[in-house]
């Protein structure tokens, strides 16, 4: 499973930062970054929380041959 953001959709409000900082981050310019894109056994809850709790649902998993 892989994450996928809608930059587009994006308000970089840091939600999701907040509930998995190992694998969404906030650049210098305030611009949401992936440090990966794989979801793992380790983050798995975590990253569901970030996609739970994103106000403008611009986070979603998707299977990996998407």
Known sequence: ?????????????AM???????????????????NTDEVTPENEQRVRQAVAACPRAAISLVEDDE
């Open 16 to 34: 999701c930062e907040a509930l998995a900082p190992d694998v969404f981050e906030l650049d210098d310019d305030d611009f949401l970054q992936l």
């Open 1 to 13: 499973m892989k994450i996928k953001v809608d930059f587009d959709l994006c308000e970089s409000n």
